[in-house]
């Protein structure tokens, strides 16, 4: 049985224009399916979010949608997922998307997934949380922001122990056997200032 039983997976809800994203997005959707993981997710049924809860249902996984009422019409809420809760904030939804996930993969997207990514990075460094994240760096996608922590580290305003809380590898694979590494404590430790 693998250390993950449900990852979330932050994305855009735009499709992009990318190909290879598109490929990886898929990719990573029937890795879980295959190895018995279940998806935590935004809800949404458009763009790269509604494309993972597809690759997953489609190979017979199961996924949980969480989506503030205010978000279902504007997201195209999910109708056709294991599961759809609706909460009432976005608070909320980030609160029980954590609460349900063993795991995180951040894929390419915009500001709502490099916020939620920096949300579970900050809580996992002040032990808020104890979950590994990972990005699943496509193309090159996520080197500005690997180069920029780097940077942080290097100016002094990151702390050097805190950097390997972020996981980095191009490969969907690879990330998930190191997020289940993590999860055993054999790469990685949350509440990295205790």
């Known amino acids: ?38 998806l935590v997710y935004g809800g949404g049924a458009v763009g790269l979010m509604g494309l993972v809860a597809d690759t ?14 205010g978000l279902f019409s504007r ?13 009432s904030t976005m608070h909320e ?7 349900l996930a063993d795991a995180f993969i951040a894929l390419p997207g ?3 997934t490099l916020e939620e990514l920096a949300e579970t990075l900050t809580w996992n460094q002040i032990g808020l949380l104890s ?20 940077q942080m580290v290097d100016r002094g305003v ?4 805190n950097r390997p809380l972020l996981l980095d590898d191009p490969d969907p694979e690879r990330l998930l056997d ?5 999860r055993r404590g054999a790469e990685w430790s949350g509440g990295a200032l205790s």
């Open 1 to 38: 049985m693998s250390e993950l039983q449900r990852v979330c997976v932050f994305c855009a809800s735009s499709a992009g224009n990318s190909p290879a994203i598109t490929e990886s997005t898929i990719r990573i959707g029937r890795l879980l399916a295959d190895r018995g993981i279940g």
């Open 178 to 182: 190191r997020l289940a590494d993590a």
């Open 93 to 99: 939804r980030k609160a029980r998307m954590y609460e």
């Open 110 to 112: 915009g500001f709502g």
């Open 75 to 87: 997201e195209v809420g999910h109708t056709g997922l294991t599961s759809l809760e609706e909460v």
């Open 56 to 69: 997953v249902m489609e190979a017979g996984g199961t996924v949980t949608g969480v989506i503030p009422k």
């Open 158 to 161: 990151l702390r050097a122990k």
């Open 131 to 150: 979950k590994p994240i990972g990005v699943l760096d496509v193309d090159g996608f996520w080197q500005p922001l690997l180069s920029l922590l780097d």
